[in-house]
């Protein structure tokens, strides 16, 4: 791993939904980006650590709201619990954020390695079941009956499920 990284995509990583598994890249890529803000010690980092951040809380919102389409439209079983998850997660972010604003917490480097861990985690556990879940429809036919279109946002080349 390069000394600029602090996470590197693993093909482990996959859930085998390649919609996810992008929108997961940019995640990683995203943390990478403040892990090297941090590291940098060039300019004003805490407040190109703050821009990148709330561009990352920003991508977080848009790839959870893809899960949670992707979890109403298959019917899945742990729907709940997974966006239990992801609610508590934006509540964490945001609470650090506040922190940070305040000067409350004095090492952003700490917050780089919790979203790290926890995106990882996340990843390894909840999506990884996700992604089982949408093997067995595909493996028994029954996603075929699921409606699910991917368009892409021009302005922003996002994919949106509609």
């Not at 093909?11 to 085998?16: A, C, E, M, N, T």
């Not at 010690?41 to 951040?53: A, V």
């Not at 709201?65 to 709940?80: A, D, L, V």
């Not at 919790?114 to 556990?125: F, Q």
């Amino acid at each position: 791993m390069s000394y600029n990284l602090v996470v590197e995509w693993q093909p482990s990583y996959s859930v085998g939904i390649n919609l996810i598994d992008n929108q997961h890249m940019e995640l990683i890529d995203l943390t990478n980006r403040l892990f090297r803000n941090c590291v940098s010690g060039k300019g004003r980092p805490i407040n190109i650590f703050l821009e990148t951040l709330h561009e990352a809380v920003n991508y977080v919102h848009y790839h959870f709201g893809t899960e949670e389409k992707i979890m109403e439209r298959i019917n899945y079983p742990e729907f709940r619990e997974h966006k239990r998850q992801h609610t508590d997660f934006v509540k964490e972010v945001f609470s650090k954020v506040d922190e940070f604003n305040s000067g409350k917490y004095p090492n952003p480097l700490s917050f780089v390695y919790y979203l790290r861990d926890w995106v990882l985690h996340h990843i390894a556990v909840c999506d990884k079941k996700l992604g089982e879940n949408l093997l067995i429809l595909r493996q028994s036919g029954e996603l075929r009956r699921i409606t699910v279109k991917v368009k892409e946002d021009k302005a922003t080349g996002r994919k949106e499920i509609k």
